[in-house]
Structures are given as structure tokens and as C-alpha cells.
């Protein structure tokens, strides 16, 4: 089982998020020290349910307009300017949820207003009307993933020489739909998350989130060097018993990384066996390199996990310290994993990592000069 | 100029009212037992037309759909908050080719599911064409929804297409190009649904868009 690395190498001009803890920098100092932004809430919000762990923005019950764009408006308020929407400079909007939360609400009081951005494309639409962009909105949608898959394809936009820039966007907000399936599969349970803990049971947070990426072919001094993407198909939920999707995608990283050192921020949820065959693929391929989860405070965030994290990696690493795996203690699955916050200045990479659905990988590595 | 050639092209246009209890009997012999009784109709139209074709675990699949799993979605709903697991997994994008591929047990190095409309089959042949794979599948399909079609929010049609597009010329049936202009201006492209008709009756294809001029071309 192999996963090839795409080799298009891009630029980050700029990269910021916004979770229920602020902005990048605001994330990474309540991620420094330990804080969660998750706590015990109704499953179904205002319906009430189960109480789970969610990192929530505001209340979560679907509102007009949806909850979600007045935090998409503060976002993009820290846009560079740019063209965006145009040939030259297109959008990758990926996400998860999108606005499916509001079909829910639909079926509750049948008001059509809910139906204005329930589907991919309507959501996306109302943005790109929201925020003024151009008709060239590519719409990319793979569960928790798909962030790196935007970044992938902003990569070869660049590189085929077809875009100047290429704006990455990424949100995803937590709706009575979205955690009452997770709820369903059992994985959304009363436990808050502790990912890569050897414990008993398993359990993961959800998590509001937002984030942009600007790539560009050169620029620096931080860049996405390479991508590796595997979709092992084994089964809808569950992961190849093997651990082999895990280890492709490692693997073809670190056949990237060529001598650097590097620290490792992993896709971690808190669920058992995807953290075990997680931590140990990485501890394989990068023996030695601290692995870190910050699902364990800002909950999982969905399609948008990938960009929202490596905003955070990011200011993390411009400030010279990671944070560690918050809400995790050992015993861990492997020694590599990282509990408490390092300092980043003996590193000169950091690989990045998600996976979703369907035994899909994808992990990328992000470097500096 | 960015090329790529096609070596297979194969669609599915059922009846406008083909229920998934139909497409099953009648496409039921292509899959599974075990798994056809799981498949929605999408899944169903998907797996007939990737029929006899063999991702490789390096080739790539483009996956394009703007209402994906509507009748999965639509079910997951009408019983919420008694929430399905089956549902929502199911409902899940890109739940269409998956169901395909996991009932294979298929790997694949790179699945792109685009979820976009106006400008989805631009963007899904732009996407096949920036592949490095040797081989790039080109999938997409839609299936009919009842109350969320009533709302403008589902297919009115259910559909499939797939296409192989290959850097090789020998054997091929067609051809996509996209030759870069700076001058090109956004033209409305084909619709999904249309793109897979013109596939169907082998049309020839033109427009502008993404910064260049697009042909799809049979040889």
C-alpha cells in the first residue's frame, strides 16, 4: 500500500481561523495553557438530548441568517485584498456541514428561508454573494479532509501556472444535525475527548471553526512543501484493521522531508482505534517527533480541521511554542505523544495530518526557511 | 494546452421515475449481493457505470454531484432527531462512489468530490486535468428527490456518467482540452446533467472559462 506525494509546492502568504477560543493567536495562547473550549452541551441544543462535548461559538440551534456568517464576516475581514473569485485568484471553499443544519430546521417549521444554503453550493453561493468574490468558487467536499484537499488543488492551480493566488477557505459549524449523527455513531458520547490517551473508551468533541489560506507560488518564509492523499475503502467508518492507510500517507511524507526535523500535529479525535493506529504509524515513519492533538480542546472541526490547525501550527510556531495535547495524560499510545507544550526552534518542519470517513488520508508538510 | 484523452465513457440515464427499489433489480447482477441491498440509487447508477473499470490504488477519481445522497439525506431528516447512524453515514459526501469503492474493496490515491453547480463540470475536468495520475476517473450523478426536489434543493433526474481520461492517445474515443487565455471570459458551461447527455450521444463540446477556452471532442 503506497500513497504518492503531490509535489506541488506553494507558498503561504496568509493564514488566520477563528475557533470559539478567537483568532489564531488568541487559539494558540488558550491552547498554551490548557484551556478547552469544549463543554458538556444538549445534543441537540435547544431540543435538548444527551449532554456532549462541543466548542461552540454561540448557541448552536439554526437561526436566519445562519449563525455562521457573522463569524464569516469577521474572517474575512482579515482577507488580503485580491481579485478573489476570478480565474487568476479563485476560491476553494471547503467544508463538511456547509449549511446543512438548516434542512433540519426545515423539516421543523417548513420556513423556506432555512433552504437558502442547506445544499454545498447554496451555502457557498451566499458566501460568494456575502463577500463580493467572482463565479470561479471551486466547492470541494470530503468529510474531514477536505481542508488538505483544497490546499492540494491550490497547489497544482499554482504550479500549472493557471492562478496567480488561490484563497483556501474553510468553515464548519456544529448543528443539532451534524451532532446528533455523530451522536448516533456512539463516538459523540458524555466523555470529554483525550486523543492518543490508552484508555477505556472512546469519545471526540465538536467544534466550531473557521480559516483562510492564501497560497501562492513563491513567497514564504512558511510553505506547504507536499501533500499525500489515500482513500483506503475499507469501510465506511472504521480503518483498515492494519493501520495501512495511515502509514501510506506517513510514509510518502517522510520520504519528503529529507533530513528535517519534525514535530507532528495529528488528526487525533479521542476515538480509540484510528488514535492507536494513528500514533503508531507516525511513530514509525517519524520516530522520535513529537505528536500532538488539539481536538482535545477545540473539538473536532470537521472538514475545516485541516486549515484551522495549520493557522494554529502556524502562529505557534512564529511564537516558538507548540501546545501540547490538551485534556490528554498518560498513559499515551505511544512515547511520542506530546502532553505537554515544546518549543518549536529545534524544528525545521511540521507534518500535519487529518483523516475522514471512508479510510481517508491526507497529510501534508508544512516547512519555514 | 492541458489535454487528456478519453479511453471509456459510459452513462446511465434511467427513467425519471426509476425508484433505488428498481435500479436494484435491475442492476442488481453488477454488484454484491451483501452490499446492493444497502446501495442507494446514486450508489447503484454510480457502480453501473464504473462497471468492468478498475480504479488502480494510483489512479485518481474526480467525484461531481451538487445534491449527492438527496433520498439518504431526505430519510436521515424525516427521522431526526431519532437519528439514523446508517443515514447519516450514508448521507455523507461523497457517499455515492464510496459505496462503490468500499463494496470493492477499492483503494484509491486521490478521490476530489466537488459539490459545486454552476461551474461543477468545469471544475471537475480543470481537477482531472491538474492530475498527475496516469489515469483519472471522472464520475458524477445525481439522483431524483421527493420533498427536497419539491423545494428546488434535489435532481429532477436521476443520472450517472463516468469517463476515463488518460495521457495516452492510442485507443482513445475522445479528447478534453483546455487551452489557457488570458482573454477567455466566464461562459455559462454545461450542466451536469447536460455534460452527461452530451457524453451519452457523444457530442462535441465548447466554452470559455477558468481562464481558458474548453473542447471536448470525440475522435
Sequence with gaps: MSASHDPFSAGLEACACLTPLGDEQATLAALLAGRSALSLTPVLGAQGGDPVPLALMGPMDETQPPRWLAPLRQLAARLPAGAWGTAREPVIVTSSNFGVGSLYAFTRDRDPAHLTHGTPWAAAELLRRELGWGPQIHVLSHACVTAHLGLAQAGRLLQAGLADRVLVWSFDFVSPFVAGGFHSLKILNGAMPAPYAARETGSIGLGDGAAFAVLAREGGPFRLEAHALYNEMHHFTGNQPDGGGFAATAAAIAARTGGRRVWVKGHGTGTLEAGRLEAEGFARHFPGAPLVSWKGSLGHTLGSCGLVELAVALAAWRAGRAPGTVGTVAPTFTAEVATEAFPTGGYDAAVLASNAFGGAHATMLLTHD | ?219
Excluded at chain 2, 70 to 86: K, V
Excluded at chain 2, 102 to 130: C, H, I, S
Excluded at chain 2, 170 to 198: C, N, Y
Design chain 2, 1 to 219: 494546452m492541458i489535454e487528456r484523452y478519453i479511453q471509456y465513457v459510459a452513462v446511465e440515464r434511467p427513467p425519471e421515475l426509476e425508484t433505488a427499489a428498481e435500479a436494484r433489480v435491475r442492476l442488481g447482477a453488477k454488484f454484491p449481493r451483501t452490499a446492493v441491498r444497502r446501495m442507494t440509487h446514486l450508489g447503484l447508477l454510480i457502480g453501473s457505470v464504473l462497471d468492468g473499470q478498475t480504479p488502480g490504488p494510483e489512479d485518481a477519481l474526480v467525484y461531481a454531484t451538487t445534491y449527492a445522497e438527496t433520498r439518504a439525506l431526505e430519510d436521515y431528516l424525516t427521522g431526526f432527531p431519532a437519528a439514523s447512524p446508517l443515514l447519516f453515514q450514508t448521507s455523507i459526501h461523497p457517499g455515492g462512489v464510496q459505496q462503490v469503492l468500499v463494496g470493492r474493496q477499492q483503494p484509491l490515491a486521490r478521490l476530489w468530490p466537488l459539490a459545486g453547480r454552476t461551474r461543477l463540470v468545469e471544475q471537475a475536468l480543470l481537477t482531472a486535468l491538474l492530475e498527475p495520475a496516469a489515469r483519472v476517473f471522472v464520475v458524477g450523478g445525481e439522483e431524483r428527490g421527493t420533498w427536497m426536489l419539491e423545494q428546488g434543493m434535489a435532481a429532477a433526474r436521476p443520472f450517472a456518467f463516468a469517463l476515463v481520461a488518460a495521457r495516452e492517445a492510442a485507443g482513445a474515443i475522445g479528447r478534453v482540452a483546455f487551452v489557457p487565455d488570458a482573454a477567455a471570459k466566464d461562459e455559462v458551461p454545461p450542466s451536469l446533467e447536460v455534460f452527461a447527455d452530451a457524453l451519452a450521444r457523444r457530442e462535441n463540446i465548447t466554452w470559455s472559462g477558468a481562464g481558458g477556452n474548453w473542447a471536448v471532442t470525440w475522435l
